[in-house]
């Protein structure tokens, strides 16, 4: 596996990962408590940071954006989230400004202000990651911090004020995802390790290791992870974007194997960041 040349055609990435199945153990799928409640399809977007310009779209698949506005600073280095921060099934943009470690939350997909500044988090604590999720399952998708690759801080309302949740998942090398892995609607925390190539799902939001481990993608890439339920059956699940082919592989089961969605979103090594959400609310 350590010697997989990358980057590779979409058709041979299926390939390749058909193989990787065959040779990696099968996880677990998990099972979920209670059934499942949909809302909607997630589908994906892209923020350019210099000009602080979203290009949302409301499928999953390759064409233009539907949705186009600007928002923010023009190369401010702020951190692009997204979430139904108002509960009215629609989720819209925000960004993280680290430095100040400021949130900015926008209630619609327009350009504007923003409807909600705080400022969340300490500025000394190094290695922030922002991660942004229903966290206590009444609806509404607020913010949390990870400092360290380790100390998760999630708070269960967009204001100032301090960490509803903490804990320590004993992790240091990945980007974090958040999503409900099981259906139960509270969302809980991830991690994408780009080096191994695996995910890595917790279920609780809770001290320890992860609960699921799985190989996803490439070893020893520059890829981004997104998170969200590409096919509306009330469960998220992972996808992969590789930057240097603007290529989005979106999985709909939380277990090894090819992509259930392969596309080309953007231009090309354009450095856009890519983001997920229920855009439209379908
Ligand atoms: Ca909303
Ligand atoms: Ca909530
Ligand atoms: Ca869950
Ligand atoms: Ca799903």
């Known amino acids: 596996m350590a010697n997989l040349r990358f980057p590779l055609r979409p058709g041979l990435f299926a390939a390749v990962f058909a193989t990787a199945l065959l040779l990696c153990p099968q996880p677990k799928q998990a099972q979920p408590k209670h059934a499942p409640v949909a809302h909607g ?95 206590n399952g009444d609806g509404i998708d607020t913010i949390g911090l990870n400092f360290d690759g380790s100390f998760f801080f999630l708070r269960n309302s967009n204001s100032a004020g301090p960490a509803d949740i903490t804990f320590d998942a004993y992790s240091e090398c990945c980007l974090d995802i958040a999503g409900d892995w099981d259906g139960d609607r509270v969302a809980t925390v991830g991690r994408y390790d780009r080096f191994a190539g695996e995910i890595r799902l917790k279920f609780t939001n809770a001290d320890g290791h992860a609960n699921l ?33 603007n290529l989005f592989f979106l999985r709909n ?30």
Not at 228 to 243: E, H, Q, R, S
Not at 254 to 260: F, I, R, Y
Not at 271 to 280: K, S, V
């Open 41 to 135: 399809t997630d589908t994906i977007g892209l923020y350019d940071p210099v000009t602080s310009t979203f290009y949302l779209k409301n499928s999953n698949s390759a064409g233009p954006a539907d949705l186009t506005f600007v928002y923010g600073p023009a190369g401010s280095g702020w951190i692009p989230i997204a979430g139904d921060w108002d509960g009215d099934g629609v989720d819209t943009i925000g960004l993280y400004d680290e430095a100040h470690t400021t949130f900015y939350l926008r209630n619609s997909n327009s350009a504007g202000v923003a409807d909600l500044t705080f400022v969340y988090g300490t500025i000394d604590r190094p290695n922030r990651q922002v991660v942004t999720g229903d966290w």
């Open 213 to 245: 481990v799985y190989r996803y993608g490439p070893t020893n890439t520059d890829w981004k992870a997104v998170t969200g339920d590409w096919n509306g059956d009330g469960i998220d699940t992972a996808g992969l974007f590789d930057p240097s082919r």
């Open 253 to 282: 089961s939380n277990t090894a194997g090819v992509a259930d969605l392969t596309f080309q979103y953007g231009p090309v090594g354009s450095g856009w960041i890519p983001i997920a959400g229920n855009w439209d609310g379908q």
